[in-house]
T-cell receptor, first 113, second 114 residues
Framework: KQEVTQIPAALSVPEGENLVLNCSFTDSAIYNLQWFRQDPGKGLTSLLLIQSSQREQTSGRLNASLDKSSGRSTLYIAASQPGDSATYLCAVRPGGGYQKVTFGIGTKLQVIP | EAQVTQNPRYLITVTGKKLTVTCSQNMNHEYMSWYRQDPGLGLRQIYYSMNVEVTDKGDVPEGYKVSRKEKRNFPLILESPSPNQTSLYFC?????????????FGPGTRLLVL
């Protein structure tokens, strides 16, 4: 059974810092990995999707990498801003036509002005 | 506007009273899914559907039913709700090409079962 772990569970940084969030998974047979952000009491907003054949994806100040062999993905946030404060979740989708999705519990990020 | 909608957004009910939470998407996506989110447990998949009339269990299907009679709709049915089904529920959809594209989420339904 796929297990997804996100470390740290919570992170507090001063504004302007670059930071890295981690996501690890136990079964490397994935089709893709997706990063989301969730604001308190709100739904999930997709940030980046990495297909299994890709190594990284970039969107603005965000960069996500994927290393299937080691079962790891990282989300890099450059020049953090208070508006980046949210919970960040990763989700993995398996291959082989098996479409059960597994989420990590998330990393709660606070960016202090 | 491309979106996933859920109704109702908030619901208070009593144990045993059947309820349905609706989910609809306007993006012609093949894949739809229901999740529940609980503190400390994260998001867990309840059921998913890969197309009309094709559904399968996720990790926590007990006490729930789904149906997929139309491509755009994927209702979640609680036939006899219990207090342990108090949770925040999300519906999501995505295309299925190349093993699965970006998942889009609805705004959530907060359910309280007394």
């Amino acid at each position: 059974k796929q297990e997804v772990t996100q470390i740290p569970a919570a992170l507090s940084v001063p504004e302007g810092e670059n930071l890295v969030l981690n996501c690890s998974f136990t079964d490397s047979a994935i089709y893709n990995l997706q990063w989301f952000r969730q604001d308190p009491g709100k739904g999930l907003t997709s940030l980046l999707l990495i297909q299994s054949s890709q190594r990284e994806q970039t969107s603005g100040r965000l960069n996500a990498s994927l290393d299937k062999s080691s079962g790891r993905s990282t989300l890099y946030i450059a020049a953090s801003q208070p508006g980046d404060s949210a919970t960040y979740l990763c989700a993995v989708r398996p291959g082989g036509g098996y479409q059960k999705v597994t989420f990590g519990i998330g990393t709660k990020l606070q960016v202090i002005p | 506007e491309a979106q996933v909608t859920q109704n109702p957004r908030y619901l208070i009910t009593v144990t045993g009273k059947k309820l349905t939470v609706t989910c609809s998407q306007n993006m012609n996506h093949e894949y739809m899914s229901w999740y529940r989110q609980d503190p400390g447990l994260g998001l867990r998949q309840i059921y998913y559907s890969m197309n009309v009339e094709v559904t399968d269990k996720g990790d926590v299907p007990e006490g729930y039913k789904v149906s997929r009679k139309e491509k755009r709709n994927f209702p979640l049915i609680l036939e006899s709700p219990s207090p342990n089904q108090t949770s925040l529920y999300f519906c999501a959809s995505s295309p299925l090409f190349a093993g699965g594209g970006t998942q889009y989420f609805g705004p959530g339904t907060r359910l309280l079962v007394l």
